[in-house]
């Protein structure tokens, strides 16, 4: 088993930056890919960015390519998400996920673990 825990979510104003961090604990094999989700009121799970398990590949959303940073420290069993040019259509709970399958996927239903998430809100 390997549980997530998020933290790092608050308020920030449109155009502001935020990360949040995601810790592993149980199995903490990092050789694992990472990834990170987000949900906003009344709207799917949708995938924001994924990292393999050394952190040289990486894979974003278009809508926050550019902008968001995923990156990882393995001696730390941490991930992070660094999220910069922020806007109100970034407001959700964002949840860090690990899968076991090897691969970056950007499928909700390939990933193995969950946190339990961090509210990101951003005002306008």
């Known amino acids: 088993q390997v549980q997530l825990v998020e933290s790092g979510g608050g308020w920030v104003q449109a155009g502001g930056s935020l990360r949040v961090s995601c810790a592993a604990s149980?199995?903490?094999?990092?050789?694992?890919?990472m990834g990170w989700f987000r949900q906003a009121p009344g709207k799917e799970r949708e995938f924001v960015a994924a990292?393999?398990?050394?952190?040289?590949?990486?894979y974003y959303a278009d809508s926050v390519k550019g902008r968001f940073t995923i990156s990882r420290d393995n001696a730390k069993n941490t991930v992070y998400l660094e999220m910069n040019s922020l806007n109100p259509e970034d407001t959700a709970t964002y949840y860090c996920?690990?899968?076991?399958?090897?691969?970056?996927?950007?499928?909700?239903?390939?990933?193995?673990?969950w946190g339990q998430g961090t509210q990101v809100t951003v005002s306008s």
């Open positions: 990292i393999n398990w050394s952190g040289g590949i990486t």
């Open positions: 996920a690990a899968t076991l399958r090897g691969k970056l996927t950007s499928l909700p239903r390939e990933y193995d673990y």
């Open positions: 149980g199995r903490t094999s990092m050789r694992k890919v």
